[in-house]
């Protein structure tokens, strides 16, 4: 099947919503299909197999993190929740059970559409071993990173904490999903853990401690790796 | 066996009795001596089955006088000519005795057998009684009337040791001044039935109640006639029944708790869903109105006024929905580190209409550590704090947010560390016409550490300015985080609005644990 723009699955119960996401999108180039519920949301991914779904969390018939699920089960097409406050827990299980990002409401469209294109450009590209991003550069065969010209001394957790981060730019990764990873799940590893080895990380590699560059805090979530890739 | 006064006597005229008629009816019979001692021995036997051993060991002593006398020659004395009948007579008496002794301990085996399966049947039915329907739950009186039922005694009282006073809590037949009896705190203390003293003739005893050292008090039995080991085992089976009666009324009350907790939250996000969903298809849509109408538009200008006020809108709903979850109780901080600069930068993130064209100075002391706090609750109140400054201060005034370290770690020795946590002072600082008179005091007490105040009165929506709904949930949010609020009038004019919230101790964290 070939496309000339990505196809995006909207799913929220509010028409207003879905309608306002729809037309922006359309405006930006992309091309739209509508579900009011997570239901619909299947029987429509089914159909018209989309690029990304954007849902919506509370819904009828079947919520936002019951579909995230289920799309799982058989796919790894991108999804974004749309969540309110005051759903943070719900977030977090969306974004356990493989959702690759969030945004909170009301958000920006400005913000939406960068979220949406970062994840179509990661779909499906594997992250190399060499990584380039503003005045970083990390060399994962050479086991070396680079801030500009310094060498950056980090030790082995720290550099896989930032191999795992770097390779999901833009995506918010929880304490579960990090520790899945880097700790391969040992029991006594907890959250804590992980903020203490991010904290050594983030002294090595910010440079201005009052404007971090490379990693940001996800509130109740994780961490979030915030610079852009450049290209190679 | 005890046996009353009136039992022995008839037990000394049966033997006799029995004697002199089983001598009767040997003469009559004209039986020989062996004939003679073998009917003895049925009578000893008889007696001893019937009457017990005191009344075999008298029966054998009489029998023995009176085989000797009547049928033994020389007859009609108690003196023997041949010395075989000694030996018969011995033999009569050993084998009189050695068998009533037989008998007896048969018949005291047997007697206390019966007790036992009494005993057994009596705390079958008790047990019954206290943990089927029969009782129902949370009746301490009735549970302590069916165990004095089944102990067959009808007074009693039961008394409970609650934060360390005993007190009586039901009695029949006895007075409340059970509770300070000293035999009764002897059975608390020691957990041991203890013998009371008497009244009107009946037999008073105390039982322990305990249950691991959660329930303690004692049940005081009056009549009846228990043994301490019965009593003990009832005691026993009362308090697990009265503790089993608790933990349901417990678990009852937090499966109420929950249920109540888990409908508010439903209800709020329900709340929070139905406000915030118009509120996004409004931004979308008037985000796309404005990139739609060109600068020089005279409609482009009203567009911003409709957009910053939804914004603003917005943010009256979280605040809103946060003191009503303050309100509920179902806000739970989420405490974990962050650096302040991430905090300053996604309150402004959240303000950008507001903050436009605005210069904000941000300044985070090097020393300033991170916080531990809950980063969603604290954005929600700089994000208030910055909002208000901006709204009240001169269109291109400066607009100050800094970081700086406060206690502890600031400078204080190893004592002061201990006493004093290390805290982050974030301060938000404006040039606007600084405080109203008689607010900074209304916030004062935040400021002097009164940290377990979560509900102080709201300050009312009337008061415009810088009161209002906003600051009170600030002051809560710091509360809510282990921290405090102040208010104070900046020098050079303008106001400080400061949130004073705990710092991060690395030291804490498990920083030992490495990978693979």
């Known amino acids: 099947m070939t496309r000339q723009a990505p196809l995006l699955l909207v799913v929220d119960d509010d028409a207003a919503i879905r309608r306002a996401i729809a037309t922006e999108l359309a405006a930006a180039g992309f091309l739209t299909v509508e579900a009011a519920d997570g239901e619909e949301a299947l029987e429509r991914f089914r159909e018209v197999e989309p690029d990304l779904v954007l849902t919506d969390l509370a819904m009828p018939r079947r919520d936002g993190l019951s579909l995230v699920r289920e799309l799982r089960r058989t796919s790894s097409t991108p999804i ?69 010209e310094r060498e950056v001394h980090l030790t082995p957790t720290e550099l896989a904490l930032l191999d795992l981060l770097s390779s999901h730019p833009g995506k918010p990764l929880t304490f579960r999903q990090i520790i899945a990873r880097v700790w391969r799940g040992a029991p006594a590893t907890s959250p804590d853990t992980v903020r203490v080895h991010m904290g050594t990380l983030r002294r090595k590699l910010e440079p201005d401690p009052a404007e971090p560059r490379y990693i940001a805090t996800e509130p109740w979530v994780g961490y979030r790796f915030l610079a852009e890739p450049l290209d190679l | 066996m005890h046996r009353s006064p009136s039992e022995r006597g008839l037990a000394l005229a049966a033997v006799v009795a029995a004697v002199a008629a089983t001598t ?117 009186d009735e549970a302590a009337a069916h165990t004095l039922a089944a102990l067959g005694a009808v007074r009693g009282g039961l008394v409970l040791v609650e934060g360390g006073r005993a007190r009586c809590v039901w009695t029949n037949g006895e007075t409340d001044s059970i509770a300070n009896e000293p035999g009764v705190g002897e059975a608390i203390a020691s957990e041991q039935v203890v013998e009371l003293t008497a009244t009107a003739g009946a037999r008073r005893q105390a039982a322990p109640l305990a249950v691991g050292g959660r329930l303690s008090g004692a049940l005081v039995v009056s009549g009846g006639r228990t043994s301490p080991e019965l009593l003990a085992s009832a005691g026993r089976l009362l308090a697990l029944a009265i503790e089993r009666d608790r933990l349901i009324e417990q678990s009852t009350r937090s499966e109420a708790l929950a249920a109540s907790d888990r409908l508010k939250t439903a209800l709020l996000r329900a709340v929070s869903h139905d406000l915030r969903s118009p509120l996004t298809a409004m931004a979308i849509d008037l985000e796309a109105l404005l990139r739609d109408t060109p600068e020089s538009s005279p409609d482009r200008a009203r567009l911003l006024v409709v957009a910053r006020e939804r914004e603003r809108l917005g943010r009256r709903v ?185 710092a991060f101790r690395p030291g804490e964290a498990d920083a030992e644990v490495t990978p693979e």
């Open chain 2, 318 to 502: 979280d605040q809103l929905l946060t003191a009503a979850r303050l309100e509920a109780g179902l806000l739970h901080p989420h405490l974990e580190p962050i650096p302040p600069a991430e905090l300053f930068r996604a309150a402004r993130e959240n303000l950008e209409l507001v903050l436009a064209g605005r210069k904000v100075e941000i300044e985070i002391a090097r020393d300033c550590p991170d916080l531990a706090t809950d980063a969603a609750l604290v954005i929600e109140a700089l994000v208030n704090l910055i909002e208000n400054a901006a709204r009240l201060s001169p269109p291109h005034s400066d607009l100050r947010l800094s970081a700086v370290a406060k206690g502890g770690g600031g400078g204080g020795g190893g004592e002061d560390r201990a006493r004093w946590s290390p805290m982050v002072v974030l301060e938000v600082a404006d040039r606007g016409p600084g405080l109203p008179a008689g607010l900074a005091e209304q916030f004062a007490d935040a400021a002097s550490g009164s940290r377990a105040t979560t509900s102080l009165p709201l300050p009312s929506f009337s008061e415009g300015g810088r009161g209002g709904l906003g600051l009170a949930i600030v002051r809560q949010l710091a509360v809510a985080c282990g921290g405090s609020f102040e208010l104070r009038d900046r020098a050079g004019g303008g106001a400080s609005a400061r949130l004073i919230l705990p």
């Open chain 2, 24 to 140: 009767l009816a040997g003469r009559l019979l004209g039986a020989n001596a062996t004939t003679a001692g073998f009917l003895f021995l049925l009578a000893v036997l008889f007696l001893t089955l019937r009457w017990g051993l005191l009344a075999g060991a008298a029966a054998s002593i009489a029998s023995t006088l009176a085989f000797n006398y009547f049928f033994l020659p020389p007859l009609h004395t108690l003196s023997i000519s041949d010395p075989a009948n000694w030996a018969a007579l011995a033999a009569f008496g050993i084998t009189a005795i050695v068998t009533g002794r037989l008998v007896a301990a048969e018949r005291h085996r047997a007697e206390e057998a019966e007790g036992k399966r009494r005993d057994t049947q009596t705390l079958y039915d008790l047990c019954f009684g206290l943990f089927t329907a029969t009782n129902r739950p949370g009746r301490l």
């Open chain 1, 80 to 148: 974004v929740v749309l969540s309110v406050r005051g759903e943070e827990e719900d977030k977090v299980r969306a974004l356990d059970a493989g959702a690759d990002d969030y945004l909170t409401k009301p958000f920006s469209m400005r913000e939406l559409m960068a979220r949406v294109r970062a994840q179509l450009r990661r779909a499906g590209s594997s992250a190399p071993s060499l990584r380039r991003f503003p005045d970083l550069e990390i060399d994962l065969d050479r086991r070396r990173v680079l801030q500009g």
